[in-house]
């Protein structure tokens, strides 16, 4: 018996990356569920691999229409909605403030953050209807620390995770919860992506990731998918009943410090900044 026996998940950026990791897991759980992004062959090949319990809908989530006929179409399908995630992202663009390219923070709001906003509010209305449900929207540690993404992307990921809060306190009393989770690094095709990297080496070569991003966090490796996918299924599980407006930090530690080595080194450094140099040296 899996721990989503019998429930209903929209993923949304759910055929790449961390949203593909969520969707196999939940499926492994019991879960039904409609996996969602505007990259039909990716959706359609992933469903296929998922067997009957997953289904594909073409969707871009900076679209009311498109989010909206997306939930429609996962209750039409089956009846309900009790979890939907809201994962859809795009990396920003990197560089400096006065030099910031308009056209593309629109775009990266347009995904990250209204994205999120509009597939928590068809969610809401379907899961207010039966009065329970399960929103996860996936922040970032850009959205809580400054210098680990673009402002487009670290803006956007801040307001998607107090935006998250926010419909927490109006949801909850009507048996909705809604949570966002903050990765740390995680190696997905989003880096190959931003870095604009021809489509045959996106989702390849990630061992060089790997490397760069273990020196990122406490806990030395990369965050894989699948670190995300188990918090996922806590937040949309019922065992997670209580848990209300948290962002659920999955980073290795990245957030809650300076890793040891990192101290150690700085500690070093103060300390021969102070010392005297011995006689003679
Ligand atoms: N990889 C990391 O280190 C990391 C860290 C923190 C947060 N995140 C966030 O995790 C989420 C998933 O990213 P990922 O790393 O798996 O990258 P990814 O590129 O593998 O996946 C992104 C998904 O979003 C979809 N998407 C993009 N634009 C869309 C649109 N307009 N409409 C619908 N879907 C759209 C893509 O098709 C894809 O399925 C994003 O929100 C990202 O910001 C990633």
Not at 43 to 68: C, I, M, P
Request: charge should be neutral; proline fraction near 5%.
């Amino acid at each position: 018996m899996g721990v989503l026996d019998g429930k209903v998940a929209v993923v949304a950026g759910g055929t790449s990356g961390i949203g593909a990791g969520i969707a196999e897991r939940f499926v492994e759980a019991g879960a039904s569920v409609v996996l969602a992004s505007p990259v039909v062959e990716e959706g359609e090949a992933l469903a296929a691999r998922l067997g009957d319990k997953a289904r594909f809908h073409r969707t871009d989530v900076t679209e009311e229409a498109e989010v909206s006929a997306l939930v429609a179409a996962a209750v039409a399908a089956y009846g309900r909605l009790d979890c939907m995630v809201n994962n859809a992202g795009i990396a920003g663009r990197f560089g400096g403030i006065a030099g910031l390219d308009l056209a593309q923070y629109e775009r990266t709001l347009a995904v990250v953050l209204k994205g999120v906003v509009l597939g928590t509010k068809h969610a809401a209305a379907a899961m207010l209807r039966q009065g329970s449900g399960s929103i996860i929207n996936t922040g970032s540690v850009a959205g809580s620390r400054a210098g680990y993404g673009p402002y487009d992307y670290s803006a956007a990921k801040a307001a998607v995770i107090h935006f998250t809060r926010c419909v927490a306190m109006e949801l909850g009393e009507k048996g909705v919860r809604a949570n966002s989770i903050s990765p740390g690094g995680i190696v997905t095709p989003i880096f190959a992506k931003a870095l604009q990297l021809p489509p045959e080496q996106v989702g390849q070569s990630f061992a060089p990731l790997e490397a760069a991003l273990a020196r990122w966090h406490p806990i030395p490796r990369a965050g894989r998918p699948d670190d995300i996918a188990g918090a996922a299924l806590f937040l949309a599980s019922d065992a997670a009943s209580f848990v209300n407006g948290h962002d659920l930090v999955v980073d290795g530690g990245l957030v809650a410090g300076r890793s040891w080595p990192q101290q150690r080194a700085a500690t070093e450094e103060l300390v021969r900044a102070l010392r005297p140099p011995p006689p003679g040296a």
